[in-house]
């Protein structure tokens, strides 16, 4: 199946500083990508939808101010998360269509997700 | 009403049993529907497409039914290896709007 890889797998920062992670579609390219978040024992929410050559579309309540998304190419997406608070400590996760075919959808396929602590 | 809903169990089942969950969507115009595994601190995997029509893969069976909006997953001869977090997620609605909404999973734990 197709790969999504992500970088770092996990990161821990000081309140107030900037986390960059990184999603790349490894053998597929991908006008759409997106971001989810996950709280401990929470289902995954959709934070944003990342267009390649666009802005991207955030989900409401979203500040799209302190989580910047960049997609700048069709195999890479980039979140970062400006002036990160405790709060925003979470298991990040991106995805990535595989494009599908006219019979089907396509298949999202998830990156291993950026495990975020800040303390 | 959420838009995807599940019984978050735990169900403890038997190693050898049958288990079954349901899920129940809240978009009539959800098109797509899928049931992904999460294990504890990894990201979801898909585990299979629902179709119209059912469909089977092995030990798992997935079914859908539009009129009451519910999809079901069965484990048949489940084994330890089964044990996860099982993830009821549907698309946004039209096709090429790729947008998933996910349920709180269903946990699942196979006991020896």
């Known amino acids: 199946g197709a790969v999504v890889s992500q970088h770092p797998s996990r990161v821990i920062c000081k309140s107030g500083t900037s986390v960059k992670i990184e999603c790349r579609s490894l053998d597929f390219q991908a006008t759409t990508m997106f971001w989810y978040r996950q709280f401990p024992k929470k289902s995954l929410m959709l934070m944003a939808t990342?267009?390649?050559?666009?802005?991207?579309?955030?989900e409401q309540g979203v500040e799209k101010d302190k989580f910047l998304i960049n997609h700048a190419s069709l195999t890479l997406s980039t979140l970062t998360v400006t002036s990160a608070h405790p709060e925003d400590s979470s298991f990040y996760i991106c995805?990535?269509?595989?494009?599908?075919?006219?019979?089907?959808?396509?298949?999202?396929?998830f990156g291993p997700g950026t495990r975020l602590l800040v303390l | 009403r959420k838009e995807v809903e599940q019984d978050p169990g735990p169900f403890n089942v038997p190693e050898g049993a049958t288990v079954a969950f349901n899920c129940t969507y809240s978009?009539?115009?959800?098109?797509?529907f899928f049931w992904y595994r999460q294990d504890c601190r990894k990201e979801p995997k898909l585990l299979m497409s629902v179709y119209s029509s059912g469909n089977e893969d092995g030990r798992f069976t997935a079914q859908l039914n539009r009129a009451s909006q519910y999809i079901s997953l069965l484990i048949r001869d489940s084994k330890l290896s089964d044990s996860a977090t099982y993830l009821c997620v549907v698309n946004g609605g039209n096709f090429g709007n790729e947008k998933l909404t996910f349920g709180t999973g269903t946990r699942l734990t196979i006991i020896p």
């Open positions: 995805s990535a269509g595989d494009g599908g075919d006219y019979r089907i959808q396509e298949t999202q396929y």
């Open positions: 978009n009539s115009a959800s098109q797509s």
């Open positions: 990342s267009n390649e050559g666009s802005k991207a579309t955030y």
